[in-house]
């Protein structure tokens, strides 16, 4: 071997060397902007004062704890009997019943019995099978109609989910998958990774988000005519980043829509809990495809990071398989198998979350209290940030009817669309690059999602704690309004 040890060969991994799939995966929700600020909160901490800003503020994901929501108590007593079960042992359990109340003890002890006592060991591929039945009974509840464990399967997040759901559906890269636009970036990039193509469909702004049936049918129909073997169809109810929620005619005619044009339907419903209009309360596709006696072959999604939980980091969630053949679930099944299992605190999250402490119970009044809590901020946060963004010049904003995001719309002067195409940039990512080196504020430019062609936008969360709310909003308002000033004032 040479003296440098090889190191003047080139490597055998690199980039031009690697899989290429992944060189083109794009995820803009912690893109170029999140980096950035990763790099601010650093430089801040080591030199408080440097900048004009004491903090930085991550609104580029809907990350709650981040932005210090509390998690809830009753799932966090679980967890930490759980995972030190020490505590229920006999020598410990009159101690530890001063500290935790008898429901969260009761729990912890039914969970480990699910786990033969082991949360650090593997459990069944598909997930813990009694909280695959919480699983199924809680969407018997919320839809009346049934729901079979074995369609369940518990997973990383609703992410692993969706990337399972999306690999065993793409055989070659003729197929494509009908995506909306504006997305959730999650399904580009894991379509680009598969070597599969998206065929996008537009969300109608004006009309606050509303998927428009035509234009599934333009966007298929020409798909099609280019060859693509167009497959399936994602729906994002309610949606990131629009915030908009589906009315349940509209959510029947993609169901018939999907019938009619043979493709399976993966409905991305994580945020569910999170809707703030009395106009179009959730309903679920199962619970459509159930009235309407669809065969439509349907997958939908749901998750522990969203809600009032947000337990994001804990990364639990589940897809429910409705109508799909019986080899295809043995070979889901398999899939699940050659990674283990889902990581163990997350499956017995998701058990909190569909199964909460019942009226009668020791901690049903605080769990419905902090959920109540986390709900009405969220929902008044939601509305003043809308407030103030209509209030801005050159703005325009959808109210959220549900999620956590809000998405404006900006007009962008044509000098400063001229200087960023000059630097080879987005133009909404300069000005959300601008807005963060001035202000600390973490967004993400709608180009991340898609748009329609000549609109801009950006997708702020509106997950800053309430007592900070004023100042975030005060911090965005000066910046807007100095870019507006200054192009203006170029313009004259
Ligand atoms: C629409 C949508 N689907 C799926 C996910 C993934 O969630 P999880 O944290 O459960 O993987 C997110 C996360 O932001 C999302 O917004």
Same mark, same amino acid.
């Given at each position: ?20 799939? !992944?060189? %083109?995966?794009?995820?803009? =929700?912690?893109?170029? +902007? &999140? /980096?950035?600020?990763?790099? @601010? ?126 690999? !065993?559906? %793409?055989?070659?890269?003729? =197929?494509?998958?009908? +995506? &909306? /636009?504006?997305?959730?970036? @999650? ?144 070979? @889901? ?45 969220m929902?008044?946060r939601a509305?003043?940030l ?14 959220a009817?549900?999620?956590m995001y809000l ?53 702020s969360t509106f997950l ?29």
């Open positions: 071997m040479s003296a440098d040890n090889g190191a003047s060969q080139a490597k055998v991994l690199r980039v031009e060397t690697m899989n290429p799939r !992944i060189r %083109v995966m794009e995820y803009a =929700v912690r893109g170029a +902007i &999140p /980096i950035r600020a990763e790099e @601010l909160a650093a430089e801040l901490k080591a030199s408080p004062g440097s900048r004009p800003f004491s903090k930085v503020t991550p609104c580029n994901i809907g990350n709650p704890q981040q932005l210090g929501q509390k998690p809830l108590t009753f799932l966090r007593q679980v967890s930490a009997l759980m995972e030190y079960s020490d505590l229920l042992s006999p020598a410990l359990l009159e101690q530890t019943r001063k500290l935790f109340p008898e429901d969260a003890i009761a729990r912890a002890q039914r969970n480990l019995s699910h786990v033969n006592g082991a949360v650090g060991a593997y459990t069944q591929s598909l997930g813990i099978h009694e909280i695959r039945e919480d699983v199924a009974r809680f969407i018997e509840q919320r839809d009346g109609f049934p729901a079979d464990p074995n369609s369940i399967c518990l997973t990383n997040g609703a992410s692993g989910a969706v990337e399972r759901v999306l690999d !065993i559906l %793409v055989s070659s890269p003729d =197929v494509g998958v009908m +995506i &909306p /636009i504006p997305q959730y970036p @999650l399904y580009t990039a894991s379509l680009a990774h598969l070597d599969a193509k998206a065929v996008p469909y537009y969300l109608q702004e004006e009309s606050d988000w509303q998927l428009s049936v035509a234009d599934l049918e333009r966007a298929l129909g020409e798909a099609r005519a280019g060859g693509v073997d167009v497959r399936a169809l994602v729906v994002i109810n309610p949606g990131n980043p629009t915030g908009g929620c589906l009315e349940e005619a509209n959510i029947e005619e993609v169901v018939r829509f999907c019938e009619r044009e043979r493709l399976v339907l993966l409905a991305d419903e994580v945020y569910q809990t999170n809707i703030y209009t009395e106009t179009n309360p959730f309903v679920s596709f199962k619970k459509v495809v159930s009235r309407l006696k669809s065969p439509v072959e349907l997958f939908s999604f749901h998750s522990i990071s969203k809600g009032m939980v947000g337990e994001c980091g804990r990364r639990g969630g589940y897809y429910e398989a409705v109508n799909i053949d019986s080899q295809v679930m043995a070979q @889901l099944l398999k899939l699940a198998s050659v990674s283990l299992c889902p990581n163990v605190q997350g499956q017995m999250a998701v058990g909190v979350m569909v199964n909460p402490p019942q009226p009668g119970d020791a901690s049903y009044e605080q769990y419905q209290r902090e959920l109540g809590d986390i709900y009405q901020s929902r008044r509305k003043k809308a407030l103030a963004f209509n209030s801005l010049p050159n703005m325009s904003c959808n109210d009817q549900g999620a998405f404006p719309k900006i007009e962008l002067p044509q000098a400063f669309i001229d200087e960023a195409q000059s630097l080879g940039q987005q133009p909404d990512g300069l000005y959300c690059m601008r807005m963060l080196e001035a202000t600390g504020i973490s967004v993400v430019p709608g180009s991340g999602f898609g748009q329609a062609p000549g609109t801009f936008h950006f997708r800053p704690s309430e007592e900070l709310f004023d100042e975030f909003i005060a911090g965005f308002r000066s910046f807007h309004l100095d870019f507006v000033a200054r192009y203006a004032a170029s313009q004259q």
